[in-house]
């Protein structure tokens, strides 16, 4: 790993610049933690794929050495393509909405100003808003949910967490038993136990 | 004209009759009962499964021939075009549809549903990929066959396997006598795949699953070796489909007004499908009568105690499975003729399954369902995804109340699982994912439904149930594209125009070279010849040396002894045989060193190298002066058919 730091400390430098401003970014509220957070892990598998001795050496030892740092620009060009596309169309997702809002905003106002001068709104002049707005409260909990309580909150952590562990595992014994991921540790070495456990040629 | 337009040709236009065939068919139910969605694949399964019995008819009264063909399937070619005259706007629309929601959603659902899609579509260079064992000794090499000689005529040396069901074999020699090259006809395998996979997505629409879970179960198929390794040219994907078919319209029948039409046609699906893999009759059949009758049998339990409505009830169940019954019937009927005729017997020889010592078939179950997704026992060729095993799991960790109000995921789960014990108990020591391939993609919607809602629970669940999905399918691009669908050559080999021979350099290099050895003798050996194959395999080979080689009794009484060298040479020069195939399977090297002075053996392939390769070795036998008389010889009795017979009948 350190031969990796020095090999590739002009790459990773200015990714982990970048990783610390959007972890600052994050922290500040200042950006859309889901998207925030998306960058991090971007960054995060960059700066680990710098690091680790696979399979990027593998893949210089093969085709050249420029090809990695080449074929990691390439991906970072699409990322970023995609994510210009993505933000385009949340961005144009926000407009439409806004200007719904704007228009139940209007229609609400003008019921308020009707209110307080006392004329009835005639029916047909102003239907209901389409979409109703939720009120803070409601808003914050789904329907068909119960309040959650603080306990709760932490068995549904538990259980998300062992979800994600669990299918870790199974997609990392997979790449295990096809043999695109090499055994790592003693966790490697069982399961490739069990995967020679798991073989018999014709016996009768 | 390259190779592209010689190949899509053939499978367009059958899978166009197939449609029409379908949806001609389909028009004899109530309009209610036909699904709009997925309606063009439907129709093309449905066709193919009439088409096979209607074929199978053509090819055992010997009328197997081009004109047979167009006859047969142009009308439905003419009507399927009139039906789908409006459709392009439809598709189109559809299309946009599609699009919309693709943009809508986040980031990595699109990557996903990116990386799913290539995966599928990159499957079609599979037609230049390698060929199965199987498929090179029996299920590529009989429908060549049968298109050469325009019936059904048995594989020398496999004459036990024709009671096995034909019904993609059947459409494969449709494409054969439509004029497609070699192995190409893996295009049609790959399009059966497309539209089985859809008819998976279709199970989850009806199902309750949202897009991403529709895509998640599409992700779980696309990531399973068993279904891409069967593109080596093995037809098992087709009884999938077939049965995924059944499996749709079992569901659709729990909607009360349309429940007569959905289970006629649900039976008509299974029965297609139990034709076409007989080993679902154990683990798949079960588990469809649990989703066909699952909701008069809970009605069956709620009056259980009221006697005067029970009878009505047991007499409308009775009804209801007489009817499936009656529509699994007629592929059956069409099935039994053939292996009466071909074999002599309704079901012809069944095999032994003890594969494994029972110490390992103990092993084997005490592993379930480790050993479906990382085992590699004998003849397993591949396994179901870990992503099917990973996402069941889920249902540990998610709470209970998820289950309520989701009768059909609840349903679809206990069937698989149903199912999967049928298998164990019955048949413990084959564990063959293929062999019950729908039983398994069945339980890929539930476990499709507990990921989908595991991403909802969280980002992070989110996130981490899609980069499972991403990471599977890389890992299976990574490791089987090389082999089984190399997309670099395929996209050479078909967008090229050169000459078959030179389209040929582009196989997989093991297939390139298996190949030369046949072709060396294919371009020598006169009409009828007899070829004496020491190999399973003969794909390569032309159709009438195929049908005059070596046959079953033959290769009982043909044995190598050192201590009688000369026996063997007698049997071939006795039996006409004047060409010699051996590969890396069979170990006669032994003879070809010391042959008598009798006998000339000229070496056609590899030249150079005497004893041959892996890839095999072909030689030319000369007899001269030998001991003993020709008693066989071969005869064409129609064109493209030929017999070996007793040298005295030749007259």
Known sequence: MITMLKANWPVLLPALALFVYTWKLVASDRINTRIGVGWLVALTVFILLNLLPWPLPGIAARFGRGTPLLGLAILAIAWLGLVAINNHVRISGLTVKLKLLDQELALLNERMDRMHTGIAAPESSAPPPSTPIPSPATAASEPNQPPRSATGMGGQLLRQTLGCAWICVCVYAFGVFTGFIPPQGNFGTVLTQLFTSLQAEYQH | MSHLFSVLGPVIYLAVANIGAGTALMRLFPAQARPREYASGIALLLGQGIYASVLLVAALTKQFTLPVLLALTLPFVLFALYETRCNPWSLVRKLGIAGQAFFGAPLHWKVLTVVTTSLLLSLMASISGIIEGDALAFYLTLPKIIASAHRLAPVPGYEPFMSVGLIAEMQLAALYLLGMPDASVKLYIWL???????????????????????????AIAASSSCIVILMEGKTDFFAAAYGLCAALFALRSWEEPIRRASLMLSGMFLGIALVAKLSYAIAFFPPML????????????????????????????????????????????????????????????????????????????????????????????GNISVLLLAWLMLAF???ARIWRAQPKIVVLLLAGLLGVACWVAMLPAVPIPRYFLATLLILAVPAAWLAERFARSSDVCDNVVVAAAVFCLYIVFNV?????????????????????????????????????????????????????????FRFWLRPDLIQTSNNDPENATFKWEPSDPEKLWRQLHEHGFQYLYMDGSQRWKEMIKSPPSWVTVTELYPRGAFFGTSYGSAYKLDFRDAPGTVQWTTKEVAPGAWQVIRSDQRG
Not at chain 2, 195 to 217: H, K, M, P
Not at chain 2, 330 to 335: A, E, K, Y
Request: some cysteine.
């Open chain 2, 397 to 399: 960790v998610l709470p």
């Open chain 2, 192 to 218: 059966t795949t497309l539209t089985g996979i859809a008819i998976l997505g279709a199970i989850c629409s009806n199902a309750g699953l949202g897009r991403r879970g529709r895509l998640l179960a599409v």
């Open chain 2, 480 to 536: 089987w594209s090389p082999q089984v669908f190399p997309v670099h050559i395929a996209s050479q080999y078909l967008f090229s125009g050169q000459d078959p021979a030179q389209s040929a350099k582009l196989l997989n290099i093991n297939e390139s070279l298996s190949r030369d050895g046949y072709e060396t003798i294919n371009q020598d050996a006169a009409p009828g010849a007899r070829v004496f194959l020491a190999s399973y």
């Open chain 2, 290 to 381: 649990m989703l066909l009758f699952y909701p008069r049998l809970v009605a069956l339990c709620q009056h259980w105690r009221e006697p005067h409505q029970m009878a009505p009830r047991v007499l409308q169940l009775v009804r209801e499975g007489a009817w499936v019954a009656l529509l699994m019937l007629p592929p059956f009927l069409v099935h039994f003729a053939k292996n009466l005729i071909m074999v002599g017997s309704l079901n012809g020889v069944q095999g032994s399954f003890q594969y494994f010592t029972s110490e390992t078939t103990r092993h084997i179950v005490l592993n379930y369902p480790l050993v479906l997704t990382v085992g590699r026992y004998w003849g397993q060729l």
